[in-house]
Structure formats: structure tokens, C-alpha cells
């Protein structure tokens, strides 16, 4: 839910930083942008703890108004350059091939974008094998962690500061809605179809992997938008598991029910 | 009454907290001895789980301190575990048993490190204290209450503390749980081990502990149980709630009766004793 509200919330931040350094993409946009998710997640908190307001509420108020706020300065401010609400929105993902990276000498090294979210791949990596337990120990047990002497505000705001990172990136080439899609349906897919923690991080990223290419083909095969293909595949796919544990917890439970409970 | 203990394990001193203002403790003032089973008790809403917030440092007291084995709490963590109420955490987590009690295991100092084979063993041998061994690959959502409740002490216990705080553990469980946890208790405090418990039910409360602490938003006492439970200082405690005055009335009847019995005991010598 927060990872939904930081994907919008960031669009202020993307715009700002791209009304300061006049450019699309580079370090300042991806930090303004990681900046303003972090803010996200803390006007979030503020608003819960301190006004107590219930959570989704916060949730609500804070990223609708902070998204609503990018599109006035898009549509105010920057109306003459390249940044349009319709790329913010649905992505431009079938022109990312046309911006590659060029080296000195001409020689195409491949899209941009993806040099960029691969380097916020291997960030995420590194940052989830090494930060396995702390983030798993802060977000199921925040109090237990605390009372290890665990430092609660540092995991949950370098999770979100990861997450704001990981938005804004994706941002660029698969617009709004695809980030929000390919941040939720896939590890609520697994979610469904996995018990354990681990096996949930493989098979999010296998599902992540398995919709963008059969929404590619999808979108071929109707020759429609890629963004809106590749959401509608990770639709079926979460309904598609959805349907497959109907169909083994009632099998399970027949099996539990011939077994002796060792308890 | 306060009575202070010869040996400390904690000492809280002038603390009050509030939320949003509203004070829930004031001015508690105290002290714990070690190595015995201690009960906070007091009536629905008197800040016993603030309390124990409190000493764990979860919560920022308006003023006044908490001590432990006469240390703050940062030098002595090692020492202490903490067992939150299981209703704080969402059971529906992907996670196993065995999972949940490797994060006793956890440190700050090893939290980006591997867990190593001693640290299974350990939480192996925490699981077997509270039965739920044969429960280690088992889906933590698939536990009944009592089991949740067994897998967080399990969790605390691989911390291998000397001081334990438990909030309400023995709320919503099945008998076998209650069982359980008593019997462990009872080895805890052989091995010399502190564990103060937040419970609600006076009932039970002094069976349970040897020493008590009755809490109503004030400190109305701390000291051994059968100085503690006093009919003033129980009706201090619960007073104007008329539904548990007549409660505390079946309590002291039923206070009156175990000590006659143990009376009878004396004069009939220790054979009593060893049967039990």
C-alpha cells in the first residue's frame, strides 16, 4: 500500500527535479525523486501517529495530493519540453530501445533505461542479501526488533527510500500505472502461492519477468498499448493463482483430514 | 506499600507516561528482585503493557528512568528479552516456526551476518522447552493462539537472557499452553532466571508469582504476594468496579483457603510435600 503511494507521490519530485537540472533520467532527478518517496512514507507517519488519522487515510490524502500537485507543475510548467502527463502515466516503454547510451566513439551500448534500472537491480540485490534479516525481523516484529536494540527508523526508511528509488527508475520507461502493477501483482501473486519468505522474493521476480513478456506478446498479438497488455497479464496471473489455491487448499484439507495431528 | 528486594534486577524510578497527554503511569516508583516470577497486575486499563513499554524503552516516559541489573538498558540488552502481546504481529506473515524463533537469535551486532549451526541448536532446544518441536517447518499461520504464544517465548528463550518481560501470555491460550508455559516457568526460575509478566486475572495472579506488583495507573504496591494481596490493597487497585469487587470477595475467600490448607500441612509435616 505504501509502495502504491510512494510510485504516484514521487511525480512532484520527478518534475521539480526536472524543472532544476533540465533533463530527463540523470542523478538529480532519481534523488530528487527518492527524496520526495522518503517524505511520502514520513508525511504518512506524521499524519498516522500524530493526527491520528487511521492509516489508509493518511495513505490516501498524502500521495493523491502530492500526485495531484506533479500534474499541476507538468501541466503548468512544463507544457513546451518532453515530459507530458501521458508519458508520466502510461510510460513510453516502446521507445526506450531509441535512447541508447553512446560511447565516445559512437558505439551503441544499449537503451539507457536499461543500464539504469539494472544498476538499481544490483542495488536492490545487494541491499536484500545483506539486509534479508533486518528487513524481515522489522516488518514482521517492529516492537521485538526494537527491543533488540535495532534501529526500526533506519530499516523502514532505507526500505522506502529503496522502494522510491526503484519507482522513480521505472518510472521513465513504464510510466505510472505499469509501476504500480509490476509493484504489487507479482509478490501478491507469489504471495498466494508461497508460504515462505524467500521463495516468495524468487518467484515475485520470476512473475515479474514472466509479465512483462507475455504482456509484450499479448500487446503484439492485439497490437494495443505494451504498459496496458503487460498490467493486464499480471492481472491474470494473479487470477490464474488465485484460482490454482481454490483448487489445491480443498484438495489440502482432504489430505489434512487423513492425517493424525501430532499435537 | 513498596518493599524493596535485597537483590535488583529492575528499578524503576519516579516515571511517568502518558499518551496524548493522558497520563497512564504516575509517578511509579519501584523495585524487582531477581530470580523470581514477578505478576503486574491491575485492572483493564491501569498501563500495565505501558509499563512494560516502558522498561523495554518503546515508549518515551515523560519523566523518571528504568533500570536493569542496575545498568541502562542499552549496556544490558543482551540480558533481557522481551515478549510482546501476540496480537501485535500479523500471523498471516510468510514465515515457518522455525523462522520466528531464529530471530531470537538476532543481534545488531550479527544482523547482517549469517546465523550459524549453534544458533539452530539453540533455537532447536527452545522450541523442544515449549513442545513445538514437532511444529518447526509449520506455517505460522496455521497455528492456534496458544501455539503463536508458545513460539514467542520460544523466541525469547534462543535469546538466552537472564531477564524476561512477557506481556499477557497466558491471554486466549488452551490449557495445554497454560501448562506449558507454567512448567518452564517454574524451570526458568530454578536456573535463577527473572520473568515479570503483565496478567490481567487476580485469579490466577497468585498462584502464579512469588512477587506482585498491583498497578492502577499509580503504584498501589510491589512486594512478596501474601503482603501484596490485602483486601485494602486490592480494593486500592480495583476499587469502584463493582462487578470485580465481588470478584475480589471470591479471592479472598479463595486466599483464605489455600493458606488454612498450607497451616494444615505444616502441622502435618513434609510427606504432603513430596507427592505434589
Known sequence: MVGDAISHA????????????GSRGNFVMLAGAAAIGVLTTILIEILHKKANLQEDASIGVTFTSLFAFGVILISSFTGQVDLDQEC??????????????????????????????????????????????????????????????????FWHFGFMGLVSLTTVVSFESVGAILVVALLIAPPATAYLLTESLKKMLWLTALLGILTAVGGYYLALILDGSIAGAMATFAGVLFAGAWGWTKVTRRTKVIEDGGVVNPG | MDIRPEKTAIEVHNLTASYNRKPVLWDIDFSLPQGQLIGIVGPNGSGKTTLLRNMMGLMKPDSGYVNMFGKKLDEVRERVSYVPQRETVDWDFP???????MMGRYRKSNLFKRLTKKDKDIATEALEKVNMLPYANRQISQL???????????RSLAQQADLYLMDEPFVGVDAATEESILTLL???????????IVHHDLQTAYEYFDWIVLLNTRLVAS?????????????????GRLTVLSRIGDLMAKKDFPMRESEFKEKEGPGDEGAS
Not at chain 1, 516503454?93 to 541508447?100: E, R, S, T, W
Not at chain 2, 514465515?95 to 524463533?101: L, P, S, T, Y
Not at chain 2, 504476594?225 to 480495583?238: I, M, P
Open chain 1, 10 to 21: 514521487v511525480l512532484p519530485g520527478i518534475v521539480i527535479a526536472f524543472l532544476i537540472s
Open chain 2, 95 to 101: 514465515a515457518n516456526v522455525m523462522d520466528v524463533v
Open chain 2, 223 to 239: 512486594g512478596p504476594k501474601q503482603e501484596v494481596f490485602e483486601t485494602e490493597l486490592l480494593q486500592e487497585a480495583y476499587g
Open chain 2, 144 to 154: 492456534s493462539g496458544g501455539q503463536q504464544q508458545r513460539v514467542f517465548i520460544a
Open chain 2, 186 to 196: 517454574s524451570e526458568m526460575k530454578k536456573e535463577g532466571k527473572t520473568v515479570v
Open chain 1, 88 to 153: 508520466v502515466l502510461y510510460g513510453e516503454i516502446a521507445y526506450v530501445p531509441l535512447d541508447p547510451i553512446l560511447l565516445g566513439n559512437g558505439t551503441n551500448i544499449g537503451p539507457r533505461a536499461l543500464w539504469i534500472s539494472g544498476t538499481v537491480l544490483l542495488i536492490i540485490i545487494i541491499a536484500l542479501v545483506k539486509g534479508y534479516k533486518g528487513l524481515a525481523l522489522t516488518t514482521f516484529n517492529a516492537d521485538y526488533a526494537k527491543a533488540l536494540g535495532i534501529s526500526t527508523a
